[in-house]
């Protein structure tokens, strides 16, 4: 499985623990019971003990040696009440927040923000917007960014025995992210591309090259690259570049051949997330890569979201690369 030897190992050297918000759905399940097979990666399961142990009985999994919370009788509620009022600064009162503590999402969500969790993975069975609000309410974002982002990680495997990995952001959270998203999301992604093994060479995609268009939308791609590019990021970067010239080198020697990046581009930011959407399933259905993600971006801790269609190898991966970046 692509890249989890470098992350297991990590992990070996510092275990983490990981809140499952679903914790009686048969595909988490599955994936607690393979990743109890070792001793790096932990998993806590948020429902009630009896309906854990019940489901898992019926889909045939071994979860022991899983910690199971219940919200219903957890010991430090109060405690996480007191500390999710504080947070919320007003905007909720004592009685509201013990009754969204009901709800695997932000109980969750608080068993990481107070330490009890390094990470949480959730969204199997409830949407991306309800993964997401809870972060963004609780664990909030790093000092300096404004915004959570999120990438794809895109996997092909060549007959030659060559693995070609990309990064590729916004494709999931932001609609039409402004210049100054744009920044962020680029450092972002290109970031966690590192985390994969790639030394990230970043282009910000249009459908001009170098002024060969004209519009709003090329200059926002425009000028989030002069914008990144004037703070001396620690990677290559170039913008705007349209998609042929930033990954063909006989294109990018027509169209830009004094560039570091045109040709060789290996972390395509898109300029919404139209675009980055359907450019990240072309790539999956018609170019053969596999996809991890999307994997957020800009949080305090790693808080990650799965798709609805998701199986249990795809938990079980998105499980570790999740506990990777904490």
Same mark, same amino acid.
């Not at 404004?146 to 916004?170: K, P, Q, W, Y």
């Given at each position: 499985?692509f890249?989890?030897?470098?992350?297991?190992?990590?992990?070996?050297?510092?275990?983490?623990?990981?809140?499952?918000?679903?914790?009686?759905?048969?595909?988490?399940?599955?994936?607690?019971?393979?990743?109890?097979?070792?001793?790096?990666?932990?998993?806590?399961?948020?429902?009630n003990?009896?309906?854990?142990?019940?489901?898992?009985?019926?889909?045939?999994?071994?979860?022991?040696?899983?910690?199971?919370?219940?919200?219903?009788?957890?010991?430090?509620?109060?405690?996480?009440?007191?500390?999710?009022?504080?947070?919320?600064?007003?905007?909720?009162?004592?009685?509201?927040c013990?009754?969204?503590?009901?709800?695997?999402?932000?109980?969750?969500?608080?068993?990481?923000?107070?330490?009890?969790?390094?990470?949480?993975?959730?969204?199997?069975t409830?949407s991306?917007?309800?993964? @997401?609000?809870?972060?963004?309410?609780?664990?909030?974002?790093?000092?300096g /960014?404004?915004? @959570?982002?999120?990438?794809?990680?895109l996997?092909?495997?060549?007959?030659?025995?060559d693995?070609? @990995?990309?990064?590729?952001?916004?494709?999931?959270?932001?609609?039409?992210?402004?210049?100054?998203?744009?920044?962020?999301?680029?450092?972002?992604?290109?970031?966690?591309?590192?985390?994969?093994?790639?030394?990230?060479? @970043?282009? !910000?995609?249009?459908?001009s090259?170098?002024?060969?268009?004209?519009?709003?939308?090329?200059?926002?791609?425009?000028?989030?690259?002069?914008?990144?590019?004037?703070? /001396?990021?620690?990677?290559?970067?170039?913008?705007?570049?349209?998609?042929?010239?930033?990954?063909s080198?006989?294109?990018?020697?027509?169209?830009?051949?004094?560039?570091k990046?045109?040709?060789?581009?290996?972390?395509?930011? !898109?300029?919404?997330? /139209?675009?980055?959407?359907i450019?990240?399933?072309?790539?999956?259905?018609?170019?053969?890569?596999?996809?991890?993600?999307?994997?957020?971006?800009?949080?305090?801790?790693?808080?990650?979201?799965?798709?609805?269609?998701?199986?249990?190898?795809?938990?079980?991966?998105?499980?570790?690369?999740?506990?990777?970046?904490?």
């Amino acid at each position: 499985m692509f890249g989890f030897g470098s992350m297991i190992d990590k992990l070996k050297k510092d275990p983490k623990t990981i809140v499952f918000t679903e914790g009686t759905d048969p595909r988490i399940l599955e994936a607690s019971a393979r990743l109890l097979a070792g001793t790096w990666l932990t998993p806590i399961l948020v429902g009630n003990e009896k309906d854990v142990f019940a489901a898992a009985e019926e889909a045939g999994f071994n979860i022991r040696g899983a910690r199971i919370i219940d919200p219903e009788t957890y010991e430090e509620m109060d405690a996480m009440v007191e500390k999710m009022v504080e947070l919320r600064k007003g905007k909720m009162t004592p009685e509201q927040c013990r009754e969204a503590l009901k709800k695997a999402n932000y109980f969750g969500t608080m068993l990481v923000k107070m330490g009890k969790a390094d990470c949480l993975l959730g969204g199997a069975t409830y949407s991306t917007a309800d993964t @997401v609000r809870p972060a963004l309410q609780l664990i909030k974002t790093k000092p300096g /960014n404004n915004i @959570v982002s999120s990438c794809f990680i895109l996997v092909r495997d060549h007959a030659t025995g060559d693995r070609e @990995v990309l990064a590729m952001g916004d494709c999931a959270i932001n609609i039409r992210p402004s210049e100054d998203d744009l920044v962020e999301i680029a450092r972002e992604t290109a970031s966690c591309a590192r985390v994969f093994g790639v030394e990230p060479k @970043v282009a !910000f995609l249009s459908y001009s090259t170098h002024g060969s268009g004209a519009g709003e939308d090329v200059d926002k791609m425009r000028n989030a690259f002069n914008k990144l590019r004037a703070t /001396n990021p620690d990677f290559d970067v170039d913008g705007e570049l349209q998609f042929d010239a930033a990954v063909s080198p006989r294109v990018a020697q027509t169209k830009c051949a004094d560039s570091k990046v045109a040709g060789y581009a290996n972390t395509f930011i !898109f300029p919404d997330i /139209n675009a980055g959407n359907i450019g990240y399933k072309i790539a999956q259905r018609l170019g053969g890569f596999d996809a991890y993600g999307p994997i957020l971006l800009g949080l305090n801790a790693p808080v990650n979201d799965l798709s609805r269609g998701c199986n249990a190898i795809e938990v079980y991966s998105m499980a570790i690369i999740t506990a990777a970046l904490s």
